[in-house]
C-alpha cells in the first residue's frame, strides 16, 4: 500500500490563479480531510468527508473547495489563489468517520506570490 | 472555537531523559491523540485515548486522556536522539480534529 499520497509536493502560484492539490489514499478509507500547517502553528482542518459524496467544512474553509466523488481521491480546490493561502497542505484520512485515528500525506508546499 | 493549550513550547534536554508535556482546552474532547513530526513529513500517529482517565503505553511513550476530557499528557521516558522532532496534541469530535501548536523537542547526545 501507498498509504496517503499527495501531489505536487512544491508550488509555486500567482495571486488570483487556481490550481488543484491531489489527494488519494489506497486503503480504503471512509474518512479524509484536509488540514493547512503555518509557521509556528498546529495543524488547522479546512475540509473534510465521511465518505463519497459527503463533505463538509472544518475550522478553515474559506476560500477551498472539495468533492469526493470516489472513496480513493480528495481533490482540494483553490479558485483564486490569495498571498494568505501560502502554506504546507496535508491531506489524511481514517478507516471510519468518526474516528479520529488518521493517516497524514507528506504534504504539499504552496506559495501565492 | 475549541482551543488547544499546549506546553512546553519548546524542550531541550540530554539524553537518557524523560520528557513531560501537555495539553489543555477550554473544551470537551471525546478522543486526544498525540502526534510526531518529522521536518518536512506529515505528521505520525503515537497514541490515541478513547476514555476519560484511560492511560496508554506504547514502547517509552505514555500518556493519558484527562478525567474532565479537557487535557492530556505524554511522557517520554529515556530520552533517544530519534525522538526529535516536533509533538502535537489534537482533540477530536464529531469528525473535527483540533490541534495544539507543538512542543518541539531537541535531544542532546
Known amino acids: 500500500n501507498a498509504g496517503v499520497t499527495q501531489t505536487p509536493k512544491f508550488q509555486v502560484l500567482k495571486t488570483g490563479q487556481s490550481m488543484t492539490l491531489q489527494c488519494a489514499q489506497d486503503m480504503n478509507h471512509e474518512y479524509m480531510s484536509w488540514y493547512r500547517q503555518d509557521p509556528g502553528m498546529g495543524l488547522r482542518l479546512i475540509h473534510y468527508?465521511?465518505?463519497?459524496?459527503?463533505?463538509d467544512q472544518g475550522e478553515v474553509p474559506n476560500g477551498y473547495n472539495v468533492s469526493r466523488s470516489t472513496t480513493e481521491d480528495f481533490p482540494l480546490r483553490l479558485l483564486s489563489a490569495a498571498p494568505s493561502q501560502t502554506s504546507v497542505y496535508f491531506c489524511?484520512?481514517?478507516?471510519?468517520?468518526?474516528?479520529?485515528?488518521?493517516?497524514f500525506g507528506p504534504g504539499t508546499r504552496l506559495t501565492v506570490t | 472555537g475549541q482551543q488547544l493549550n499546549q506546553s512546553p513550547q519548546s524542550m531541550f534536554i540530554q539524553e537518557g531523559e524523560d520528557v513531560s508535556m501537555n495539553c489543555t482546552s477550554s473544551?470537551?474532547?471525546?478522543?486526544w491523540l498525540w502526534y510526531k513530526q518529522d521536518p518536512g513529513e506529515g505528521p505520525v500517529l503515537l497514541i490515541a485515548?478513547?476514555?476519560?482517565?484511560e492511560l496508554t503505553s506504547n514502547g517509552r511513550l505514555t500518556a493519558q486522556f484527562g478525567i474532565t476530557r479537557k487535557d492530556s499528557f505524554l511522557n517520554i521516558s529515556a530520552s533517544i536522539p530519534s525522538d526529535v522532532g516536533i509533538y502535537f496534541c489534537?482533540?477530536?469530535?464529531?469528525?473535527?480534529?483540533?490541534f495544539g501548536a507543538g512542543t518541539r523537542l531537541t535531544v542532546k547526545p
Open positions: 489534537a482533540g477530536f469530535n464529531n469528525n473535527d480534529m483540533r
Open positions: 485515548l478513547y476514555k476519560a482517565g
Open positions: 468527508s465521511v465518505g463519497a459524496g459527503i463533505t
Open positions: 489524511a484520512s481514517s478507516y471510519s468517520a468518526g474516528v479520529g485515528e488518521q493517516y
Open positions: 473544551s470537551i474532547f471525546n478522543t
